[in-house]
């Protein structure tokens, strides 16, 4: 079994910062792909940023150059640096890591977090 838990949402204004956390425990030999997803009020789940497990990026438009994904392997941790907030990045943030539970196992499991509220006020 798998939990996976954010943490790091709150409040903040216009142009300030927040950093996500996400941290996996349980059952884990290995991750491959970490990645982030928001989804705001009627909207669809939407792709934030990627993480590949040789540390590729990959981030939407919306967000190149105000945010930084990054990963701590060793801490089963994956982060979400978001600076220069913007009231459009007002949403619950998800974070989705693939996880090969023991090393007899040929499959990596998809497994997501409850989510983190972010609210950013203009």
């Known amino acids: 079994q798998v939990h996976v838990v954010e943490s790091g949402g709150g409040l903040v204004q216009a142009g300030g910062s927040l950093r996500l956390s996400c941290a996996a425990s349980g059952n884990i030999f290995s991750f491959r792909d970490m990645a982030w997803y928001r989804q705001g009020p009627g909207q669809q789940r939407e792709m934030v940023a990627t993480i590949t497990g040789g540390g590729s990026t990959h981030y939407a438009n919306s967000v190149k150059g105000r945010f930084t994904i990054s990963r701590d392997d060793p801490k089963n941790t994956v982060y979400l640096q978001m600076n220069s907030l913007k009231p459009e990045d007002t949403s619950v943030y998800y974070c989705?890591?693939?996880?090969?539970?023991?090393?007899?196992?040929?499959?990596?499991?998809?497994?997501w977090g409850q989510g983190t509220q972010v609210t950013v006020s203009s």
């Open positions: 989705n890591v693939e996880i090969r539970p023991t090393s007899s196992s040929r499959i990596y499991f998809s497994h």
